[in-house]
């Protein structure tokens, strides 16, 4: 005889397929997870999968689709840490500042506001992602008065008249300028005469490092796409050499001899399998027969790009100081340290307080400290940061009571030695 249902028998029924359906749905987002999870990582490799690209044109379109999707599961920040980690692929931490552009870029084509995107960056790798979003919120902001194709075929005059308020803002803005004066004359002459009339001081400078970076790194026009503006690239290509800092007047020299390294970079691509050895003898012999202030601005130079020539991980204090302590002239010292310290500008000025306490040389210790902490307040707008920078080192937070006394006296590191 059937036994016939019963309530408690109903309730134990109906628990069961909770139970069941419970389970199931937790499964499914146990597996949602891991898949967003999955999807959020592969969203960042596929930045580095770039590298694959068969040509610079392909390259860029492909770093473009890559941040794209990455911002899509990542916040700007995580993104722009992503390309300085330890962690990430060299070749992307050696390009973060042309992806923290492209993330810039993406970020301000988001929000539609310089402010609200400049909010998203972090100064990682150098402001890059600052400079993009500047960059790109100009371009739309020029373009309210005059058409791409105007600005892209404009002439020097022009550009001086459309440059001039933007120089005026800040060193980002003054920077972004450099690059579009680059990409519209094709002429390192003539797009650094715009900078010259156009900012003043360290925002000058700013310009003129940035059409030294566009034209040493930037061979595929990405803002005039439509236009034919290639043939001072074309050149460089074709010929395999670069223009000597030499022929430039020496108030151009330190942002060219800054940016002298990526010349070399890109043509080392070309020509595959060149040692770091190698790139470090070719930059000494540009260095080596100059003097004066070219040859200091050629060690800062070098001290700046020591990625590239085999000094990559800022973490082994010894072998990052062993490229500054191996020139035999305390110029050629000062010189090296003063650039290899703004590479810790890619990661927020952490860790140059432990690079500058190894350094045994009493005054270029100082030096260096002092370097740090002025870049610190014209970059960041903090000087409190000096204890962040100085972690554990007593050395470091007395050196900086000593920087507060004296800064006003100081020369501007970012382009005087």
């Known amino acids: 005889m059937t036994r016939p249902f019963t309530t408690n028998t109903y309730k134990q029924i109906v628990r069961y397929i909770l139970f069941f359906l419970a389970a199931l749905l ?53 993104v722009m840490t992503y390309i300085v980690a330890p962690t990430s692929p060299e070749h992307v931490v050696d390009s973060c500042h042309t992806i923290g552009h492209i993330v ?13 995107a400049l909010a998203q960056c972090s100064t990682n790798c ?15 902001e020029m373009g309210q008065s005059f058409a791409s194709e105007d600005i892209a075929h404009a002439d020097v005059q022009t550009l001086q008249k459309l440059a001039t308020p933007f120089c005026r803002k800040n060193n980002p803005s003054c920077h972004a300028i450099g690059h579009l004066a680059s990409i519209v004359t094709d002429s390192d002459t003539a797009a650094l005469s715009v900078c010259d009339a156009a900012g003043a ?38 010929s395999r050499t670069y223009p000597s800092c030499m022929n430039f007047a020496e108030r151009y020299r330190h942002a060219c001899y800054l940016l002298l390294s990526d010349y070399r970079e890109y043509l080392y691509k070309l020509e595959g399998n060149v040692t770091a050895e190698t790139k470090l003898e070719n930059a000494m012999k540009e260095c080596s027969p100059l ?29 990052t100081q062993s490229l500054c302590d191996s020139f035999s002239l305390l110029s050629d010292r000062n010189a090296c340290t003063l650039g290899l310290s703004t590479r810790f500008l890619y990661f927020d000025l952490r860790g140059v307080g432990a690079y500058c306490e190894a350094i045994s040389e009493k005054s270029r210790q100082t030096l260096c400290y002092y370097s740090a902490f002025q870049w610190a307040e014209n970059m960041f707008k903090v000087p409190e940061d000096a204890p962040r920078m100085c972690g554990d080192h007593e050395n470091c937070l007395g050196k900086y009571k000593s920087y507060l006394k004296v800064k006003s006296t100081l020369p501007d590191y970012r382009y005087e030695i």
Do not use: W
């Open 201 to 238: 001081g360290s925002y000058r400078e700013s310009c003129y490092q940035g059409v030294f970076m566009e034209s040493a790194g930037s061979f595929v026009n990405r803002l005039f796409p439509a236009t034919d503006i290639t043939g001072k690239r074309r050149q460089i290509l074709e």
């Open 291 to 319: 003097s004066g202030n070219d040859r200091e601005y050629c060690m800062y130079g070098l001290g700046a790009a020591s990625r590239l020539l085999g000094f990559g991980d800022l973490s082994k204090i010894e072998r």
């Open 126 to 140: 150098r402001s890059a992602c600052t400079h993009g979003v500047i960059g790109t919120g100009i371009l739309a």
């Open 26 to 78: 937790l499964s499914q987002l146990a597996i949602a997870g891991v898949s967003y999870l999955r999807e959020r990582q592969t969203s960042l490799e596929r930045i580095a999968d770039c590298a694959q690209s068969a040509n610079e044109s392909a390259y860029a379109d492909c770093i473009e689709r890559a941040v794209q999707s990455a911002l899509r599961a990542h916040s700007t920040r995580e």
């Open 104 to 116: 810039g870029k993406a970020t301000y084509d988001t929000y539609h506001s310089i402010e609200r």
